[in-house]
């Protein structure tokens, strides 16, 4: 049986990374995104082969993969040119969290380990449950801008907003979460995020360090309840913006400790 599954995984997100390690399974992986930071030691065991848009292919090649993970339509390019080359080639575009629950059973299975997978996953929905359940007890939620960037504001993804909502905030733009593609997210005027005047901000600017000050120095800003009551917070990307576990434990936990904070002040 363990001859007839993959031997040879090549990552190109860190997300499955990441999950490959929780699963014990790390032995299975040949080379890694120059992205990954979960988990640390990954970045020393592992050869770096791509960034998001770009790999390393002749590098890729050279380590003979027999099965490579990427993520989404982004990574279209690098998928055809390594399927072009007779690699094996799984892309999951998850942008839900059902969906990332899909994707991890999935890898899971990919590798033996459909049994283990589905114990986690259940340990994380359970986790998940415990949040929500505590957060239905809030007297008041939060209004929540979530900056995925800064210029031009990029509001959040779909696993974030509900993951938000989940934590007890209310996301104040919903109707660009369900937008898959960042483009799709853009508010290009910053005068509507004033309007829907959030609570909290939390910045997560894709590997960039937030910058509080700067955000409360937004021409306009300066009356929003999130900047007159120093409610502006970073939460890393690699904690919320991967899809993957990083989101549905740490990421959530970070969510619920703001949002619980805000409440017992608020409440």
Same mark, same amino acid.
């Given at each position: 049986?363990?001859?007839?599954?993959?031997?040879?995984?090549?990552?190109?997100?860190?997300?499955?990374?990441?999950?490959?390690?929780?699963?014990?399974?790390?032995?299975?992986?040949?080379?890694?995104?120059?992205?990954?930071?979960?988990?640390?030691?990954?970045?020393?065991?592992?050869?770096?082969?791509?960034?998001?848009?770009?790999?390393?292919?002749?590098?890729?090649?050279?380590?003979?993969?027999?099965?490579?993970?990427?993520?989404?339509?982004?990574?279209?390019?690098?998928?055809?040119?390594?399927?072009?080359?007779?690699?094996?080639?799984?892309?999951?575009?998850?942008?839900?969290?059902?969906?990332?629950?899909?994707?991890?059973?999935? *890898?899971? !299975?990919?590798? &033996?380990?459909?049994?283990?997978?589905?114990? #986690?996953? =259940? /340990?994380?929905?359970?986790?998940?449950? @415990?949040?929500?359940?505590?957060?239905?007890?809030?007297?008041?939620?939060?209004?929540?801008?979530?900056?995925?960037?800064?210029?031009?504001?990029?509001?959040?993804?779909?696993?974030?907003?509900?993951?938000?909502?989940?934590?007890?905030?209310?996301?104040?733009?919903?109707?660009?979460?369900?937008?898959?593609?960042?483009?799709?997210?853009?508010?290009?005027?910053?005068?509507?995020?004033?309007?829907?005047?959030?609570?909290?901000?939390?910045?997560?600017?894709?590997?960039?360090?937030?910058?509080?000050?700067? *955000?409360? !120095?937004?021409? &306009?800003?300066?009356?929003?309840?999130?900047? #007159?009551? =120093? /409610?502006?917070?970073?939460?890393?990307? @690699?904690?919320?913006?991967?899809?993957?576990?990083?989101?549905?434990?740490?990421?959530?936990?970070?969510?619920?400790?703001?949002?619980?904070?805000?409440?017992?002040?608020?409440?």
């Amino acid at each position: 049986m363990q001859d007839l599954l993959p031997q040879r995984i090549v990552c190109l997100t860190e997300e499955t990374t990441e999950w490959l390690y929780l699963l014990g399974q790390e032995h299975r992986i040949v080379g890694i995104s120059g992205y990954t930071v979960r988990p640390r030691r990954a970045r020393e065991e592992k050869p770096k082969v791509s960034a998001f848009l770009s790999a390393k292919i002749d590098k890729i090649l050279a380590l003979k993969p027999d099965c490579v993970f990427g993520f989404s339509d982004l990574q279209a390019d690098i998928a055809a040119a390594l399927i072009r080359a007779g690699v094996q080639v799984t892309v999951f575009n998850q942008r839900s969290v059902a969906e990332i629950f899909s994707m991890l059973y999935q *890898v899971g !299975a990919m590798v &033996g380990q459909a049994g283990q997978a589905q114990e #986690r996953i =259940a /340990q994380m929905q359970a986790q998940l449950e @415990a949040i929500r359940e505590r957060a239905a007890t809030f007297r008041c939620r939060p209004k929540v801008f979530f900056e995925e960037w800064d210029e031009p504001h990029i509001s959040g993804i779909r696993w974030v907003s509900e993951l938000m909502g989940i934590a007890g905030g209310d996301d104040i733009f919903p109707e660009l979460a369900v937008q898959a593609m960042g483009k799709d997210r853009i508010i290009a005027d910053g005068q509507s995020i004033v309007d829907r005047a959030p609570d909290i901000i939390i910045g997560s600017w894709c590997g960039k360090k937030f910058r509080p000050e700067k *955000v409360a !120095a937004r021409a &306009g800003w300066q009356n929003l309840p999130a900047v #007159r009551d =120093a /409610q502006l917070f970073e939460i890393k990307s @690699a904690d919320i913006l991967q899809p993957g576990p990083a989101a549905l434990t740490d990421g959530v936990a970070q969510l619920h400790r703001i949002f619980c904070e805000w409440e017992r002040a608020h409440g």
